[in-house]
């Protein structure tokens, strides 16, 4: 059955990518020729479309995604930083299920991949070299710019993801980004990614996945930025060790592998 899983699975994201890619062409042309400065956001509802068909058309994956309501709303409110709890590399493809219109960072290699290289370039997402210090500033700098522009960035404050589902450390950068343009932090817990497919493995699992965003926060008068970092941290941990024995215990039926269902509360 997990051989059978792979195959649809594995299949499904090249064609989509291919077919995506596709249009992404076209629309990237469309705005090179007629609105330019829209061209980011042009890629990254691609993208958002591409990511929710993966997701929507994974064997065994269920999803729901709570708190939408959280989230400012475009040209309208001003933007936020966004932080991820990092389980898995299908973390940014939860992130598209909430349909927000953000960029995102992402480590150098990524950028090199075909086809997925040109477009995370084209939408604006922000590359990073780990371990590299002035990489680390230019990132920074990179999102502040789009924070100038109204645009939302999205972090994952533990810099790797979690390999046993344990919280790690959270990185200043995110929330001083939000001190340093006077943003708030929007919070967005992720379950279950890391039961979806597991790293240096190519074998999608069966998995439930949920979403919740939960309100902006904004730093306390006096409080420094090591003192919001951890103050965050608190809120993930304890909003993650709410529901990890409920969510673990809702094993997921194997049988139902070809279908899936997007409820998006």
């Not at 729901?64 to 959280?70: A, C, D, P």
């Not at 919070?187 to 039961?195: A, K, L, V």
Request: glycine share 8%; hydrophobic share 45%.
């Amino acid at each position: 059955m997990k051989f059978i899983r792979a195959i649809v699975f594995w299949f499904n994201f090249v064609v989509f990518t291919c077919i995506l890619y596709a249009l992404l062409l076209l629309v990237v042309l469309f705005h090179e020729l007629f609105a330019k400065d829209k061209r980011s956001e042009g890629a990254h509802w691609v993208a958002t479309v591409w990511g929710r068909t993966l997701m929507a058309l994974a064997p065994g994956w269920k999803a729901r995604v709570h708190g939408l309501e959280h989230l400012p709303t475009p040209r309208k409110d001003p933007p936020v930083v966004m932080v991820a709890n990092h389980q898995s590399g299908a973390d940014i493809w939860a992130l598209y299920l909430t349909g927000a219109q953000f960029r995102w960072l992402s480590k150098a290699e990524v950028f090199k991949l075909p086809l997925i290289g040109s477009a995370m370039r084209w939408a604006g997402y922000v590359p990073i070299h780990r371990g590299d210090r002035g990489s680390h500033g230019a990132a920074l700098r990179a999102s502040g710019e789009w924070i100038k522009r109204g645009i939302s960035m999205v972090f994952f404050p533990e810099g790797t993801r979690s390999e046993d589902g344990n919280l790690k450390e959270f990185k200043p950068g995110a929330f001083r980004l939000a001190y340093e343009h006077k943003v708030a932090i929007q919070p967005i817990i992720i379950r279950g990614t890391r039961h979806m497919m597991h790293k240096k493995s190519l074998m999608p699992m069966p998995a439930q996945l949920e979403v919740e965003v939960l309100p902006p926060v904004f730093p306390g008068e006096a409080e420094s930025i090591e003192d919001f970092t951890q103050r965050i941290h608190g809120l993930f941990q304890e909003r993650l060790q709410e529901k990890m024995q409920t969510l673990e215990k809702a094993s997921p039926d194997p049988l139902q592998g070809l279908t899936q269902n997007l409820e998006l509360n």
